[in-house]
């Protein structure tokens, strides 16, 4: 006897659904906590606002604030499907946008950790954190260069027969172009 009702199969087929929604809430409530609660003092440039820690290094912690602005804000913008297909030059716009800021902000992040003066350990860390800023970045840039994304599933533009999805990727051999629907 099939002890599998009909009923159950919705509710897994949504799960894969809601999984990375509830990680997308969880990554933008901690980081509009982190915006809310850490960044705006240093928005006002005095050594009061900034304290004894961090005045002697606004020259870095200010650049690296408004770039850190500019790609936290910015950045979950660039998964929004609905911006990739019906707004591509904003969606363009936005990637450069969000790379100045990394680069801006990432730089910085190096500034930070060499002057930071609590251990060589915390300093190797947070530069780390900045090596992985940059790195990511730049995978991303990269991908973007060599076209190696895979477009929009509703993408109106992708042409589909035969139960074969053309999915123009430039630079890969023409055999590996498509893949068939599930189901
Ligand atoms: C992975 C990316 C990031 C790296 C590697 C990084 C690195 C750093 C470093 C090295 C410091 C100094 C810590 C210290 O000296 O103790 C710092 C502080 C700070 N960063 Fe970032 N950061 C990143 C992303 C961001 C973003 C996106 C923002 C958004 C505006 C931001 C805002 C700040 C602020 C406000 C501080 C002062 C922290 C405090 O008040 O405790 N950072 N960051």
Redesign the pocket.
């Known amino acids: 006897m099939n002890s599998v009702s009909s009923q159950s199969v919705p509710s897994q087929a949504g799960m894969p659904r809601l999984l990375p929604r509830v990680a997308w809430v969880i990554v933008l409530s901690v980081a509009a906590f ?2 809310v609660t ?2 705006p003092r ?1 928005l006002v440039l005095t050594a009061q606002s900034y304290g004894p820690y ?1 005045w002697p ?1 606004s020259s870095w ?1 200010l650049p ?2 408004l770039g ?2 500019l ?2 804000l910015i950045g979950p913008l660039q998964f929004w499907s609905r911006i990739r297909r019906d707004h591509i030059q904003v969606h363009r716009w936005s990637g450069r946008v969000y790379l100045a800021g990394v680069v801006v ?2 730089i910085a ?1 190096f500034g ?2 060499a002057t ?1 003066q ?1 251990t060589l350990t915390y300093a190797a860390g ?1 530069a780390g ?2 090596v ?2 940059l790195t990511t970045a730049g995978m991303a840039l990269a991908a973007v260069l060599h076209r190696n994304f895979a477009p929009a599933v509703d993408d109106p533009q992708l042409r589909c027969h035969d139960g074969v999805r053309d999915v123009p990727r430039r630079g890969r051999p023409s055999g590996s172009q498509g893949h068939r629907h599930q189901g």
């Open positions: 982190f915006l850490r960044v240093y961090f290094r912690l690296h604030v850190g602005l790609a936290i902000g990432g992040s930070l950790a930071s609590v947070l954190l900045g992985a800023w």
